[in-house]
């Protein structure tokens, strides 16, 4: 079965700061992995992927993720969080069986403190 | 930027009440999902939808939920007796292709369902 762990439910950084947030994977075989972000009001916005190729992924604002296979991790790292990258980040797998659906995280909660 | 639009923002019900959530989809996509969020949990998918058919749903889709496509532009998930704990964020999602998985889902702002 697929599953996705955040074990932190809020992370704080003071702006200016690296930032990561952590996520680990489960699933039966290769996954497609996913960073999603929502902001106050908003959807959930695609920020990257992993599919296959280079461990190192860019996305969108800046937003990297590294995947790391023996680790079974996909964190999500920026080199300088901005003040405006506070909100709702969700890690989210879909595995390679055929199902279309994602398995999400339960996020995890980004304040960048000015 | 084309994005999925969901109507309504938030609505409140009485337990044992049909209600029906809206989504329109981005207009080029083919696959249609809805997802939920009890407060304080985790995102989980419901149901996909493809060429006019429910292509995967969970085990939360059960009978009191159904989805339809009315029209070329709508998408819409009916919770047909409400219960408190379908109290939730609920997302609808589309996306170009499902087969690949590797296509991203784009997701709507969500509709916050409220079971009084």
Redesign the interface.
């Known amino acids: 079965a697929q599953s996705v762990a955040q074990p932190e439910d809020q992370v704080n950084v003071a702006e200016g700061n690296p930032l990561t947030v952590k996520c680990t994977y489960s699933v039966s075989g290769n996954p ?1 992995l ?1 960073w ?1 972000v929502q902001y106050p ?6 920020l990257l ?1 992993y ?1 296959t190729g280079d461990n190192l992924v860019k996305g969108s604002y800046g937003f990297e993720a590294e995947f790391n296979k023996s680790q079974t991790s996909f964190h999500l790292k920026k080199p300088s969080a901005l003040v405006s990258d506070s909100a709702l980040y ?1 890690c ?1 797998v ?3 069986t ?10 995890t909660r980004l304040t960048v403190i000015p | 930027e084309p ?2 639009t ?1 109507t309504p ?1 938030h609505q409140v019900t009485q337990m044992g009440q049909e209600v029906i959530l809206r989504c329109v989809p981005i207009s080029n996509h083919l ?1 249609f ?1 809805w ?1 939920r969020q009890i407060l304080g ?5 419901l149901v ?1 939808f493809y060429n006019n058919e429910i ?2 749903k ?1 085990e939360i889709f059960d009978d009191q939920f159904s989805v339809e496509r009315p029209d070329g532009s709508n998408f819409t998930l009916k919770i047909r007796s409400t219960k408190l704990e379908d109290s939730a964020m609920y ?1 609808c ?1 589309s ?1 170009e292709s ?2 690949a ?2 296509i ?7 509709t916050r369902l409220t079971v009084v």
């Open positions: 497609y996913f999603y009001n908003r959807g959930l916005q695609f992927k599919i969700f989210a879909r595995d390679l055929g199902a279309n659906n994602l398995f999400f995280g339960t996020g | 994005e999925v969901q923002s696959y999902y997802y949990q985790k995102v989980e998918f996909s292509s995967e969970s997302f999602a996306s499902g087969a998985g590797a991203q889902a784009f997701f709507g702002q969500g």
